[in-house]
């Protein structure tokens, strides 16, 4: 009987990683897919006031970014760095940090409930994303190479050290990478917490 409930709580765990976002994000990629890590996330059941910016900082420590959250910030450390994003009106600075964006804004989506989730794509040149959905909007700030997000309309071309909004709730995208050097940023979302975060779609030959 031991045995068995060993066995139990291991499947479980195993189980649980397996269905994290984390592991999601990376599972069963075909060869050329844009790489997708989930930085951090969390829900929340309203949104700020007003236009929707996403602002991006620095601090010195993870302990102090964390304690500059507040209702609509997260925090989480990548390439050596600790970052610190905020969701909110533009120029919501916060104590101790630097600036480094502020994009948007960004389209607000109706919810019972939000989950917001910074993803960090990369890749190498060439790389890419299948055709998707997200049910609320995404920020996007590239830090090395450049993206491209393709949709219905056209394509959006983001280089290093720049920002986009992203495209909208609902219409279809692909994400690639389609400079000469790899990809590496940060995309910002607020999606509603009570749909799939992701779809599959096409774009559709009118």
Avoid at 67 to 86: C, M, N, P
Avoid at 139 to 157: A, E, H, W
Avoid at 175 to 199: E, H, I, N, Q, Y
Wanted: glycine share 10%; charged share 15%; aromatic share 6%.
């Amino acid at each position: 009987m031991e045995r068995r409930r060993v066995l139990a709580v291991a499947v479980l765990l195993v189980e649980m990683f397996l269905l994290s976002p984390a592991a999601v994000a990376q599972q069963d990629l075909p060869p050329g897919s844009l790489a997708i890590k989930v930085l951090v996330e969390k829900r929340v059941l309203q949104l700020p006031d007003g236009p929707l910016f996403w602002r991006i900082e620095n601090h010195p420590t993870l302990a102090q970014a964390q304690a500059a959250t507040g209702l609509w910030g997260l925090a989480a450390e990548s390439g050596g760095k600790v970052w610190l994003f905020r969701l909110g009106p533009a120029s919501g600075a916060s104590s101790g940090g630097r600036m480094v964006a502020e994009v948007g804004p960004v389209p607000r989506v109706a919810a019972p409930e939000y989950l917001l989730r910074i993803n960090e794509p990369s890749g190498s040149p060439g790389s890419t994303t299948i055709v998707h959905t997200h049910p609320g909007s995404e920020g996007i700030y590239v830090l090395q190479g450049q993206l491209c997000f393709r949709t219905p309309q056209g394509v959006i071309r983001v280089p290093a050290g720049r920002s986009d909004a992203g495209p909208q709730p609902y219409v279809p995208s692909q994400v690639s990478s389609c400079g000469s050097t790899d990809l590496r940023g940060f995309v910002m979302f607020v999606v509603d917490a009570t749909k799939p975060f992701s779809s599959p779609a096409t774009f559709e030959l009118h």
